[in-house]
């Protein structure tokens, strides 16, 4: 697999676990601290702080400290390198429209 395609993948793995696609998409319209974020997401606090670990961690969210709260906000410059990465892979301009009989199989399969 290449570099692109493996970053493509850890993205899809973390956003395609619910509670870690929930706090991203509450973090789209600017920062929260944690307090704001689970209580909008009706989640558990330490859940919520597992999550953003895990995201923070990956590069996909960013954290400010101010006194003694953490403000956390979605890392636009990641996001915009994943759709590039997204669209360069897998945009629709990448799938052939070839039809089946171009790519015909020779082998003869016995189904069961």
């Given at each position: 697999?290449?570099?692109?395609?493996?970053?493509?993948?850890?993205?899809?793995?973390?956003?395609?676990?619910?509670?870690?696609?929930?706090?991203?998409s509450?973090?789209?319209?600017?920062?929260?601290?944690?307090?704001i974020?689970?209580?909008?997401?009706?989640?558990?606090?330490?859940?919520?702080?597992?999550?953003?670990?895990?995201l923070?961690?990956?590069?996909?969210?960013?954290?400010?400290k101010?006194?003694r709260?953490?403000?956390?906000?979605?890392?636009?410059e990641?996001?915009a390198?994943?759709e590039?990465?997204?669209?360069?892979?897998?945009?629709?301009?990448?799938?052939?429209?070839?039809?089946?009989?171009?790519?015909?199989?020779?082998?003869?399969?016995?189904?069961?």
């Open positions: 697999m290449s570099e692109d395609e493996l970053k493509l993948t850890k993205f899809l793995k973390l956003a395609g676990d619910e509670n870690k696609f929930k706090i991203i509450a973090l789209k319209n600017g920062e929260k601290c944690v307090c974020i689970y209580k909008e997401l009706s989640l558990d606090q330490t859940l919520v702080s597992h999550h953003l670990s895990a923070k961690k990956a590069g996909l969210i960013k954290g400010r101010s006194g709260w953490v403000y956390y906000s979605a890392n636009k990641y996001f390198e994943i590039n990465l997204f669209n360069k892979q897998l945009g629709c301009k990448n799938f052939k429209n070839e039809k089946i009989a171009e790519n015909e199989c020779t082998e003869d399969i016995e189904f069961k």
